[in-house]
């Protein structure tokens, strides 16, 4: 996305590439010399080095934006920028396309807040239509996929996910349990966390599922949205509830394999739940905001799905699946 987005002087260059790799980790200030301001340098995070040099630049001059740095490793990433560039970056979380992308109308999607009457940007989509989004995720290489290619791409995600992301974080022994748990985390996407159901579902201790949880978080495949908590009494829910960032690998996780299964099966509801909370959040950070968002529930099952505070105000939001997309402005 990035690349047809630069302007006509922006240098670009991926450390996906071994050679560039090779000299932007032996020889870093020849790699930025090559490769000057204006410039994007993706996937950044596996060259480290290149960060005290970046700093010196930025120190240097008074202008902004020289450099551009994306990675999808969002960990080991934001670790190396929070210790070497503190202070001198704007940091920005990419989620997968919004609905508005998908339309090729991103740049007219403003953070939502519900409206009595919303402008009609986008068209109403029917329930089978919705679902296919839905299930289809909103990765570039998985919209409008058919259903051989979106397996392939989950599968290889997935893997490629433990190898080169998870095993940097945290040592987590047995792959087949982590796989299980990350099945079981995605069937309960959209309701209120239990790390003690999911422990016990994949036969392994609390401890490990928190730690396991904490590597979802910090990787950006898990949101979890907190209770509201302004008076803290007994009658309120204490747990945050769960939701996968990427519908469609929670769909591939938990085994619904084309978008009329989904559409019809139980979980239905929170899929679609877990979608429009996501398209919020997109709405937000790909605006550069962060939002402050919270549920209500009581022990009397009193309950608001989704509350928005803005400007002292609280924007109370209910989700159901009415077999239709509602509009989001």
Request: hydrophobic share 35%.
């Amino acid at each position: 996305m990035l690349k047809n987005t630069l302007e006509n002087k922006r240098k670009y260059v991926s450390l996906d590439n071994p050679q560039d790799l090779l000299k932007a980790k032996t020889d870093p200030k020849g790699f930025l010399d090559i490769y000057s301001p204006p410039c994007v340098i993706d996937e950044i995070q596996y060259a480290p080095e290149l960060f005290p040099y970046i700093k010196m630049i930025a120190d240097n001059t008074d202008n902004r934006g020289l450099y551009w740095l994306t990675g999808s490793q969002q960990y080991n990433l934001m670790q190396d920028i929070t210790e070497s560039l503190a202070g001198r970056v704007v940091i920005t979380d990419m989620l997968g396309f919004s609905i508005y992308e998908r339309n090729g109308k991103g740049n007219e999607q403003k953070p939502f807040l519900p409206s009595p009457k919303p402008a009609c940007i986008l068209k109403r989509k029917n329930s089978v239509d919705t679902f296919k989004i839905i299930w289809q995720g909103s990765f570039p290489d998985v919209v409008n996929a058919d259903a051989e290619h979106w397996e392939a791409f989950y599968d290889s995600y997935i893997r490629t996910y433990i190898e080169r992301d998870v095993r940097q974080i945290i040592n987590i022994g047995s792959e087949v349990k982590f796989i299980t748990f990350l099945k079981v985390a995605a069937a309960r996407t959209g309701q209120e966390l239990n790390l003690t159901d999911i422990a016990r579902d994949v036969n392994i201790d609390p401890k490990t599922a928190d730690k396991w949880l904490s590597v979802l978080k910090t990787s950006g495949l898990v949101y979890l949205l907190q209770p509201y908590f302004k008076n803290i009494t007994k009658r309120l829910t204490k747990h945050p509830k769960l939701y996968f960032m990427d519908t469609g690998l929670a769909s591939y996780l938990a085994g619904w394999t084309t978008p009329k299964s989904l559409e019809t099966g139980v979980s239905s509801g929170a899929f679609f739940e877990t979608f429009v909370i996501t398209e919020i959040l997109k709405s937000y950070y790909h605006n550069g905001k962060n939002p402050q968002l919270n549920f209500f529930r009581d022990s009397d099952k009193n309950e608001i799905d989704l509350l928005i505070y803005q400007d002292g105000k609280y924007y109370p939001i209910e989700i159901k699946n009415m077999g239709h997309l509602a509009q989001m402005t």
